[in-house]
């Protein structure tokens, strides 16, 4: 559970660490897990239980952190013995005594971006090499899954698509107009965008989408919630930067926006999609990797790269919000993390 220590538990693997744990704890699942803490940072917000705790202390930098981190989980795995030891990001043990279950998030380096994430590659080349080792992969979507049978991560018959879900506080929230508007001065419609500014997200391609809708929608503003990031560029020329937030301020800007605009080239799920459907957001996207079956017919998905098309796709939903908005939420609710907390003890089970 060291994704929710730390910057990690701002991001998406975060999510995907709360969210599995909630559903686990719900299914009565708590006395059978032990958490893998990192000593090195302050013990999360846990929610209440029957689990046990265990620390381990792990590199975090330098170019031989992959390395020794493998070689320091091995050494915990072997002290405290489970039956099955679940990674939930690609920090995983050089061997290990018992079967592993990875969760593949995405596969970012090797899948998108060409020569620009040949750093990225190198990052996690002692991930993906460990990543063969494993005996059951979990990806987050059915893109992953045939990403990582395309890139030959792992046979077939060794992974299992089990998706992610929206958070419980992700729900229309009365009054979020008002609160919006108190707290960050936004009256009126806007565009929403949650997530860093990194050159996968395609800034230029926000802004575009934003110029175009403006010219239908005069006023209209965009909001950007989410660290930036360090590919974020200088300026977004008017837009509204409010970095991050907490969960309960982004269900209101989910719930008094206008439409999610999400120009992102590739996502291994796009949880940001299904937080704002189930908060009856209106969402428009690009039609790419795991986007089409997360969003499906709920939003509006236009051709990759096209800043123009997002932009009078998210004019086109402002003018019909009830349509938009009661789509999301039937769509919204075909993912939950019970459901995946079933299908993750399952997992566990075929192993044990």
Not at 223 to 228: F, L, N, R, S
Not at 303 to 319: S, T, V, Y
């Amino acid at each position: 559970m060291r994704p929710l220590q730390g910057p990690s538990a701002g991001r998406g693997v975060g999510a995907y660490a709360r969210g599995l744990l909630q559903g686990l704890v719900r299914a009565g699942f708590d006395s059978n897990l032990t958490l893998l803490l990192d000593i090195a940072f302050d013990e999360p917000a846990l929610p209440a239980g029957r689990f046990k705790l265990a620390g381990s202390r792990r590199r975090s930098h330098g170019q031989l952190a992959a390395y020794e981190d493998a070689v320091v989980l091995t050494a915990d795995i072997q002290r405290i013995g489970p039956d099955v030891y679940h990674a939930i990001d690609l920090h995983l043990p050089g061997r290990s005594p018992c079967p592993v279950v990875v969760t593949l998030h995405d596969l970012i380096p090797w899948a998108w971006g060409g020569p620009r994430m040949l750093g990225e590659r190198f990052r996690y080349l002692a991930g993906r090499r460990l990543l063969r080792r494993a005996d059951l992969l979990i990806a987050v979507s059915n893109a992953t899954a045939e990403d990582a049978r395309r890139l030959r991560m792992a046979a077939p018959g060794r992974i299992r698509v089990i998706p992610e879900a929206a958070g419980p506080v992700f729900a229309p929230r009365q009054g979020a107009a008002a609160r919006v508007k108190d707290r960050w001065s936004l009256g009126g419609s806007y565009l929403l965008f949650v997530g860093a500014l990194d050159a996968r997200k395609d800034p230029r391609a926000l802004l575009q989408a934003w110029r175009t809708a403006r010219l239908l929608h005069p006023g209209l503003q965009l909001v950007i919630a989410g660290d930036p990031g360090r590919q974020a560029p200088a300026s977004m020329e008017g837009a509204v930067r409010l970095g991050r937030v907490d969960d309960e301020a982004l269900a209101d800007l989910y719930s008094a926006a206008g439409c999610l605009v999400f120009p992102s080239r590739y996502e291994g799920f796009g949880l940001p999609c299904v937080e704002a459907m189930a908060c009856g957001c209106p969402v428009a996207a690009f039609r790419n990797s795991s986007l089409p079956e997360v969003v499906d017919d709920a939003g509006i998905l236009v051709a990759d790269g096209d800043g123009e098309a997002l932009g009078k796709a998210a004019a086109d939903m402002i003018r019909e919000p009830e349509r938009w908005r009661r789509a999301g939420l039937r769509q919204a609710s075909k993912f939950s993390w019970d459901r995946a907390a079933r299908e993750t003890i399952s997992a566990y089970r075929s192993l044990a």
